[in-house]
């Protein structure tokens, strides 16, 4: 079984910057694509960005390409997200996923970790 933990979500004015980090145990953390995902209230849970198992291929959704920056560090078995530029439009809980078919669609994730709460204030 695979285990996600997200922190990094907070309160913060349109214009500032978060970092979510997720960090995965229970199996080969390199051996695994990474995706985060956003649900705001009354809404489906929306693709934001994704990343390899090798972290050489990252795909974004329009409404965050050029503002976030998914990255990995093997390492210490963590994918990141950064986040510049903050709309109160990107204001949603933030999810990690782990092992997809599919980058862009949140049913063929295979693990999902607890989410962190971003709010973006005017």
């Known amino acids: 079984q695979v285990q996600l933990v997200e922190s990094g979500g907070g309160l913060v004015q349109a214009g500032g910057s978060l970092r979510l980090s997720c960090g995965v145990s229970?199996?080969?953390?390199?051996?695994?694509?990474m995706g985060w995902f956003r649900q705001a209230p009354g809404k489906e849970r929306e693709f934001v960005a994704a990343?390899?198992?090798?972290?050489?291929?990252?795909y974004y959704a329009d409404s965050v390409k050029g503002r976030f920056t998914i990255s990995r560090d093997n390492a210490k078995n963590t994918v990141y997200l950064q986040m510049n530029s903050l709309k109160p439009e990107d204001t949603a809980v933030y999810y990690c996923?782990?092992?997809?078919?599919?980058?862009?669609?949140?049913?063929?994730?295979?693990?999902w970790g607890q989410g962190t709460q971003v709010t973006v204030s005017s």
């Open positions: 990343i390899s198992w090798s972290g050489g291929s990252t």
């Open positions: 229970g199996r080969a953390f390199s051996n695994l694509s």
């Open positions: 996923g782990a092992g997809p078919r599919s980058y862009y669609y949140a049913a063929t994730y295979d693990y």
